[in-house]
């Protein structure tokens, strides 16, 4: 099962290991609770609108390219998921991420980052 909390806070610790800051000083700058915050990025607790809002103005990142990568990152488990559930045992999902295809949108704005289920799922 995808889970949409754990996407979304893998997507958060990204946005904040990319600009090289801790959880305690996002944790601040959007009035959140360290703990709280932690358990946000790891997928355990439900992000509601108002405290994505507050994350994401303190990683001065806006919330459409936060739910844009994790739109993206869904998409891609989706379609590990169902190719682990339709093909033969030890197809690997890798030449699938290779198809996908994105139009209208500059080359160098494209980066597609699977999440870690969707890299190298092998079907049981």
Known sequence: MILLRRLLGDVLRRQRQRQGRTLREVSSSARVSLGYLS?????????SSELLSAI?????VRMSELMREVSDELALA??????AATEPVSTSVRPMLGSVSVTGVPP?????????EAVDV???
């Open 108 to 116: 160098e704005r494209v980066t597609i980052k699977a999440p870690a």
């Open 122 to 124: 092998v079907a049981a």
């Open 56 to 60: 994401c103005d303190a990683l001065d």
């Open 39 to 47: 358990e946000v990025e790891r997928g355990q607790k439900e992000a």
């Open 78 to 83: 989706e379609l590990a998921q169902s190719a």
